[in-house]
């Protein structure tokens, strides 16, 4: 059974860190693209970073970047979010997701990852 795990979420204040993790098991990952979303309170769930199979391409929304980073460690077939400078916007439960699919590219579209952790959740306050 394929399961994506979540952890590292928790309140931080703004302008502080938190680094999420992404731990997978089941099947090995390390050919496909992984990918962080999030979706806030009363919102739909938005892209946030995706990663390609080695960690050689990477790419984040306009408002996570330069403060966030994803990475990836294949032979723990985990994923990570550097979360930097966070912002009162940031606050929302982020989800990690990962192609069942091989390929070299990054994928940003929700539709095309085919597995879903349960969510971690991230509360920037003032």
């Known amino acids: 059974q394929v399961q994506l795990v979540e952890s590292g979420g928790g309140l931080v204040q703004a302008g502080g860190s938190l680094r999420l993790s992404c731990a997978a098991s089941?099947?090995?990952?390390?050919?496909?693209?992984m990918g962080w979303f999030r979706q806030a309170p009363g919102k739909g769930r938005e892209f946030v970073a995706a990663?390609?199979?080695?960690?050689?391409?990477?790419s984040y929304a306009d408002s996570v970047k330069g403060r966030f980073t994803i990475s990836r460690d294949n032979a723990k077939n985990t994923a990570y979010l550097q979360m930097n400078s966070l912002k009162l916007e940031d606050t929302a439960v982020y989800y990690c997701?990962?192609?069942?699919?091989?390929?070299?590219?990054?994928?940003?579209?929700?539709?095309?990852?085919?597995?879903w952790g349960q969510g971690t959740q991230v509360t920037v306050s003032s």
């Open positions: 997701a990962a192609r069942k699919t091989p390929g070299l590219i990054v994928i940003l579209r929700e539709r095309d990852y085919d597995y």
């Open positions: 089941g099947r090995t990952f390390s050919y496909t693209g």
């Open positions: 990663i390609n199979w080695n960690g050689g391409t990477t």
